[in-house]
């Protein structure tokens, strides 16, 4: 069982050709809302390939609530520790162009979640193969989740988003650490070559169309990303930390579970939404084979 201890959100999607700069109005193309919150994200990326995985997170007591609640039931994710508490729901507004992704994350319910829920499922972590986390989370949860999977050695995988919320003494409680170029640089402010030397085997950055690098102990490794004719980023980060949950509590070797996570994070952002382009098992399995095939 992987649970992922993380946000829910509903995310509000308005698409145009560019984004509006300080003070600017630009034509739309689309609005849309969709599912999302990096924590529920994560949850269904592992629920599409097949792992049986639960949330533990909030949501409000409005209808955005219950349209998230009622999205996870249908991703046969776990759902027995979603709390709902007084108040709005999560909610991220997303401004999309077709290069890339720009997002407001307004907490709502996701921080009224309090660390003394987490210490009620000690035994819940304790019987995880592995637990994943984000920063979209009050620190203090964050820090009794990390508490509790050091006390009962439970693997960890931390997408460090938002990055400001992101502190070094986290690190010694971290299996995997997975931010990206931008969130790489802002936590060690040092290149991500020295960063990855530094934290080998720990720290995996995430370089978008150009791959994945990590330090092996030796050298450095940089995983290549599979290209993708790209329709919506978002969600591309929670697919790659899913898929490589979903590899690591198969005991795969680190590397070809980076490869596999790259091969769903591409397929992912061939589809609109942050989850309505993640991938199965077999289309992750059938892209890998036309690569190699290649
Ligand atoms: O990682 C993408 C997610 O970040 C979006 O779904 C949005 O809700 C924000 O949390």
């Known amino acids: 069982m992987i649970t992922v201890v993380g946000s829910a959100n509903v995310d509000v999607i308005a698409e145009a050709e560019i984004f509006p700069v300080q003070g600017e109005t630009v034509r739309g193309k689309s609005f849309q809302t969709a599912p999302g919150g990096k924590g529920a994200n994560q949850a269904v990326a592992c629920a599409k390939l097949g792992e049986t995985v639960q949330l533990i997170g909030s949501i409000g007591s409005d209808e955005f609530g219950q349209t998230i609640l009622a999205n996870l039931r249908n991703q046969k994710v776990g759902t027995a520790y979603i709390y709902q508490t007084d108040g709005p729901s999560g909610v991220a507004v997303i401004l999309l162009t077709e290069e890339d992704n720009r997002i407001i994350s307004i907490p709502g319910a996701n921080h009224a979640l309090k660390p003394e829920r987490i210490k009620e499922l000690l035994d819940v972590i304790r019987n995880s193969q592995l637990v994943m986390i984000q920063l979209e989370l009050p620190k203090s949860v964050v820090w009794q989740v990390l508490k509790l999977c050091k006390q009962f050695q439970v693997p960890v995988v931390m997408d460090p988003a938002p990055s400001g919320s992101f502190q070094l003494d986290f690190m010694p409680y971290l299996t995997y650490l997975t931010p990206n170029e931008t969130e790489c640089a802002a936590i060690f402010g040092a290149s991500m070559e020295e960063a990855a030397e530094k934290y080998p085997n720990q720290l995996l950055v995430t370089l978008g169309s150009k791959g994945v690098c990590y330090h092996d102990g030796e050298r450095l490794i940089h995983v290549d990303a599979v290209p993708a004719k790209v329709i919506d980023t978002t969600g591309a980060g929670d697919t790659f930390n899913g898929a ?36 199965s098992r077999q289309e992750v399995l059938r892209k890998i084979e036309e690569m190699n095939n290649a």
């Not at 979903?246 to 992912?268: E, K, P």
């Open 244 to 279: 490589l949950a979903s590899q690591l509590v198969r005991q795969c070797d680190l590397q070809q579970a980076i490869q596999f996570a790259n091969a769903a994070a591409s397929l992912s952002i061939e589809k609109f939404g942050a989850q309505g382009g993640m991938p």
